[in-house]
């Protein structure tokens, strides 16, 4: 497979097209090969200037140079230039495209798609174009966009100006499969820009005074062995070569003193009501102060704010009431009784006798509920289902794998808990009887421990049930059944280089949590075995999860929130692919421990260079003493970080925007953190 018909076309708002340069493949150019064009347009001269450098046999560079000049008074309207590759391809074996945060998908198949996306929106600025360890075709940005710029546009519009130096980039399946570049930007066939129809977007330049845009890319054929070692090695490769401009944010605090602020935060949060309840209400809005309704964005089937979350405890997924528990215990024997009471709570009213699991809990109603098919329950962004009522593997799992610990960490300080360990027993036992001969278990459960979904799920129990066999009596059935789930993943995710469905809103999407799962549950496989097989299966996973994490800093709007606070994107985490790194949090801390580790395992020093780039990133925004960031109290920090639009026309989402805050920040900024400094 090589680099085939070349073609870079002229655009304007007013729909006219026209083609500048045409080349049959890349044998045309020298060690260096320049090739220009200039002509006028509504009163402006335009030139574009093509720099082309041969780095070797199989690596080409260009740099193209856009000049605009006015020439006289006019009422100029906008343009815009595109390049399209051809791919020329030796056999019918079918393309796998990648485009970091964005594009993992098996193959294209036969189908007939469009895939472009504003290099904003993208962790790294690269396509992919992947058919066998002997063929494979990688383009780059080599200079990052720099001005988010002013978009003039009208509600409703897909086609507006927008004076920007940001790019497009992708790939397109028609006759002939070919790689695209844009400058400005358009998303198609689909973006989540401006509505949640998805519909496609398109930016033009406007002619004004005098501009100048400079864009460079790398185009090479390279010969990996696999999509992701293809994918990592040159998202690798692009993140050093950017780390010399590209820096990650210089915190005006210490990650110590971060942890220090977020518990003074989530200490103020604790709450007893009732003869015997305690608990941590941590969803509200930073903005607004303790006990507010939370702000956010929508998500498939529901959107927050919602009055509920103000009287419910979330013990898994969005919030880990056990979790904040077990950090807080550290710090004093008050505190250790406070922890005892939230968790003799959970334990009272949330484990049933067969070890099935509420994982919430309503203050109003006084009673558990289950996380799907209540119809009168709170409403929780990820309520959608309504066959039945039951509750996730996931938030079943986290509450009982903090109540594990919890359960190791009171004995370190003399206190056997055994009505706790009775508790994490039945849940470990449930485990057991419901998973399925292949290893897998189903994404969710009825009360009665019937499958509630089709799909299946293996990574999430893997890191309890590996804590099972090494402090229980019957560790040998767990370490039995925590192997049965790690062949599963190896021979299904692994194996298939996809990694879909770790958030319980999004189950059938391509996302950052289901690559950092498999990661995790494989290295916790690996420590307690000692296998390489398993090893190998969490660097692989981790080589794609290192490619959801940002490696440039995307340009913020001055007059935002973000812009004003200087927010870098370097080390931040994309969420899924369809809003890509367009919005990102901060969920990557919770496993970098597990990075760091793998990296040093594997001899590979870019994964630990990437868990410190995240552990640095992910306290921005956060509330310290010399700046309250305008919210109401030390240690506070929004959820979520708008980087590019996500639904705008519907109220959504905006560059520069902040969101949240639901709970689980608490325990990926202190837990996350300190399991990491652990290892370091």
């Excluded at 988010?148 to 497009?168: A, V």
Aim: glycine share 8%; net charge negative; charged share 30%.
């Amino acid at each position: 497979m090589k680099i085939g018909l070349m073609q870079t076309f002229l655009e304007t708002d007013q729909g006219e097209r026209k083609e500048l340069f045409v080349h049959p493949n890349l044998d045309w150019i020298g060690s260096k090969s320049q090739e220009t064009k200039a002509w006028e347009v509504d009163g402006y001269r335009i030139s574009i200037r093509d720099n082309w450098i041969r780095n070797s046999a199989c690596s080409f560079e260009l740099v193209r140079r856009i000049v605009g000049e006015k020439l006289y008074d006019s009422s100029p309207g906008a343009i815009a230039f595109e390049t399209r590759m051809e791919l020329e391809e030796d056999s019918r074996e079918p393309i796998r495209f990648g485009i970091p945060s964005a594009v993992y998908d098996d193959t294209t198949g036969e189908r007939k798609e469009t895939r472009t996306f504003m290099e904003t929106r993208l962790t790294g600025c690269m396509v992919l174009a992947h058919k066998s360890e002997e063929a494979a075709i990688v383009l780059k940005k080599l200079n990052c966009a720099r001005e988010q710029g002013i978009m003039k546009r009208e509600k409703g519009q897909k086609e507006f100006w927008h004076n920007t130096d940001i790019t497009s980039i992708g790939y397109k399946k028609e006759e002939k499969n070919a790689l695209c570049i844009r400058w400005p930007y358009e998303e198609k066939d689909c973006s989540p820009a401006l509505d949640s129809r998805r519909t496609p977007i398109k930016a033009y330049y406007p002619l004004g005074e005098k501009f100048e845009v400079e864009l460079r890319y790398e185009i090479k054929e390279i010969k990996e062995k696999t999509f992701t070692d293809s994918f990592y090695e040159e998202f690798k490769e692009q993140a050093l070569r950017l780390d010399t401009t590209e820096k990650v944010i210089k915190l005006p605090f210490s990650r110590e003193e971060a942890m220090r602020y977020r518990k003074i935060s989530l200490e103020k949060s604790y709450k007893e009501f009732g003869k015997d309840g305690a608990g941590f209400f941590f969803d509200f809005d930073p903005q607004k102060g303790y006990g507010s309704q939370p702000s956010g964005f929508g998500t498939a089937k529901n959107e927050i704010p919602h009055d509920t979350y103000t009287h419910i405890l979330e013990y898994g997924f969005t919030g880990r009431e056990l979790n904040t528990a077990l950090l807080l215990s550290e710090e004093d024997d008050k505190w250790q009784k406070r922890a005892e009471k939230v968790i003799d709570f959970f334990v009272d009213n949330c484990v049933t006798d067969d070890g099935w699991i509420y994982s919430l809990y309503d203050l109003e109603r006084e009673r558990p509920f289950a996380s799907f098919g209540d119809k009168a329950a709170p409403k929780l962004h990820y309520m959608s289902y309504d066959k039945c009522e039951g509750n996730y593997l996931r938030t079943m799992t986290e509450p009982m794998f903090d109540l594990l610990r919890c359960v190791i960490q009171f004995k370190s300080f003399g206190k056997e808990k055994k009505r706790w360990a009775e508790a994490v027993d039945k849940f470990a036992g449930f485990l057991l009887n419901v998973q399925n001969k292949d290893g897998s278990w189903f994404r969710g459960y009825d009360k009665a421990g019937r499958a509630a979904f089709e799909s299946s799920a293996a990574a999430i129990p893997v890191p309890f049930l590996c804590c099972c066999a090494k402090h229980t009596d019957d560790g040998a059935k767990y370490r039995k059944a925590a192997e049965m789930a790690g062949q599963y993943l190896i021979s299904n995710d692994v194996q298939a280089e996809k990694y879909k469905g770790g958030t319980l809103d999004n189950p059938d999407i391509i996302d950052k949590e289901a690559a950092e799962y498999v990661m995790a549950a494989l290295y916790h496989l690996y420590k307690l075995t000692e296998k390489q097989e398993y090893l190998e299966g969490a660097k692989k996973a981790a080589r794609q999860f290192v490619t959801w994490n940002y490696i440039w800093n995307a340009p913020m709007g001055l007059d935002t929130i973000l812009g004003k606070k200087d927010f870098h994107t370097k080390g931040m985490g994309a969420i899924n692919s369809v809003w890509c790194g367009g919005v990102v949090d901060i969920y990557s801390m919770f496993h970098i421990k597990e990075l760091f580790l793998i990296g040093d395992a594997c001899e590979d020093e870019f994964m630990k260079k990437m868990a410190e780039w995240i552990s640095i990133a992910t306290n921005q925004i956060m509330s310290y003493p010399e700046d309250n960031m305008g919210f109401t109290d030390l240690g506070m920090q929004p959820e979520g970080f708008g980087v590019c639009p996500q639904g705008m026309d519907e109220g959504m989402i905006r560059n520069g925007d902040i969101w949240g805050t639901l709970g689980w920040i608490y325990s990926a900024g202190i837990d996350g953190m300190k399991r990491y400094f652990d290892v370091r």
